[in-house]
């Protein structure tokens, strides 16, 4: 009880050598304050460039490995990439993805889709540049379908190929603006489809990548109506979503490979005609920009940050130069070495603490400015990483006037002038 008790009463000593010196202590926090802000308003800014950036490729799915003819990535110089071999494979077909879906063991679910840009017409309205994909039933359960309004497809509807329609709210709205549209009538090519559902807004991303306000689903059965697929046609699309405790997809990859083989009639000395890619191959490479970025802003926020604790480091030692009689008498009076010390590190600690949440709140404030459609978010973890990096600066920077403190010989504390 006596330690917590004069741990107290060190803080009060903190506390009222900090008001006692008000000017001085504003001046000394302002370096503890920029560097914060500059290393938190970085982080947030990186963290929110990111997660805008995850979200525009949110529409390639999660956990999802795609069938397509040329990888995302090869080994070599760009100038040295294949492109007319990858020209030259096969693509994906409806009969590869029945077969896939009968007999793959490590995927959750499996899909195929297909895609164009084509107009949406109701009434004397239009949309250009809708994105209109053919999918089937199991499209839900590898990419997500997040309805505002209405239903998905029930597989019976897929499977007749009915003339049902889900649209992007942007469309929706362009088509029926301020009206009910679920249940309404539009054309595509000519041809008649019935809403039955609205994609939930995503509203506009940082780069010009497919939204679902601008998309259309529509049966796959009906999609073949309008548009070819095929080799000399609209390319299918096939999907398949991993499981999640199929780390890197390892298991799917592998099985994948050998069923799309022998689905191809390959020999053993042929090489793979085909691609399978990584949704997590994107993510990847946006996580390690992003680690070099945030490198930068340590550095960038750290010689900020260090002067500032070298601007409270030379506060603390002239604070002690100026109490060193109160010190001698404190310690002539039966205080204990860690009762001084305690005054001096809780008053370094509180002078980052301040300049640290000053910092914070600016970066706060900073949350609200518009900067395009990028929506900067001050998150939990980076006030937690400004305020226990305050608190290290605050230690490092007091501990060694402190120390001193604490060592004094009360005698000769008490004598100097």
Do not use: H
Not at 2 to 7: E, M, Q
Not at 138 to 165: C, H, K, M, P, W
Not at 262 to 285: C, H, S, V, W, Y
């Amino acid at each position: 009880m006596l330690f917590f008790k004069l741990t107290w009463e060190s803080f009060r000593f903190a506390i009222s050598a900090l008001k006692s010196n008000l000017t001085r202590t504003i001046l000394s926090l302002l370096g503890v304050t920029v560097g914060i802000f500059a290393i938190i308003a970085v982080f947030t800014l990186v963290d929110s460039l990111e997660n805008n950036i995850r979200s525009s490729f949110s529409f390639l799915g999660t956990n999802v490995m795609r069938v397509d003819r040329f990888p995302f990535a090869t080994d070599g110089p760009p100038q040295n990439f294949p492109w007319w071999k990858y020209f030259r494979r096969p693509p994906g077909t409806v009969a590869e993805y029945k077969f896939l879906q009968e007999r793959l063991t490590n995927a959750e679910a499996v899909t195929v889709s297909a895609s164009a840009n084509t107009i949406i017409k109701a009434r004397s309205n239009a949309y250009e540049g809708m994105q209109l994909t053919g999918v089937a039933y199991t499209y839900q359960d590898v990419f997500e379908v997040a309805l505002e309004e209405g239903r998905y497809f029930s597989e019976s509807e897929i499977n007749a190929a009915r003339n049902f329609a889900i649209l992007g709210r942007k469309i929706a709205n362009t088509l029926y603006p301020g009206e009910e549209v679920i249940g309404k009538e539009v054309k595509i090519k000519g041809m008649k489809f019935v809403v039955i559902g609205v994609f939930e807004e995503e509203g506009e991303g940082l780069f010009d990548l497919p939204s679902k306000d601008e998309a259309c689903l529509i049966p796959y059965g009906a999609f073949n109506k309008m548009y070819y697929t095929g080799r000399n046609g609209i390319e299918p699309s096939i999907a398949v979503k991993g499981k999640t405790d199929d780390i890197g997809l390892i298991a799917l990859e592998n099985e994948m490979t050998g069923l799309l083989r022998a689905k191809r009639g390959l020999k053993p000395t042929e090489d793979d005609n085909f691609a399978l890619n990584k949704t997590e191959f994107i993510q990847n490479a946006i996580g390690s920009i992003f680690d070099v970025i945030s490198v930068a802003g340590w550095v960038i926020g750290g010689f900020s940050i260090l002067v500032g604790g070298f601007g409270i480091a030379n506060i603390m030692f002239v604070s002690v130069r100026e109490r060193t009689n109160i010190i001698g008498i404190q310690k002539s009076l039966g205080a204990k070495n860690y009762f001084i010390l305690f005054q001096f590190l809780f008053e370094a600690i509180l002078l980052s603490l301040i300049g640290g949440i000053a910092g914070i709140v600016l970066v706060f404030f900073l949350s609200f400015v518009e900067i395009g459609t990028l929506d900067i978010v001050l998150s939990f973890g980076n006030i937690l990483l400004g305020l226990g990096v305050s608190s290290i600066i605050g230690v490092v920077s007091g501990i060694v006037p402190a120390t001193l403190a604490a060592r004094m010989d009360p005698v000769e504390a008490i004598r100097t002038t």
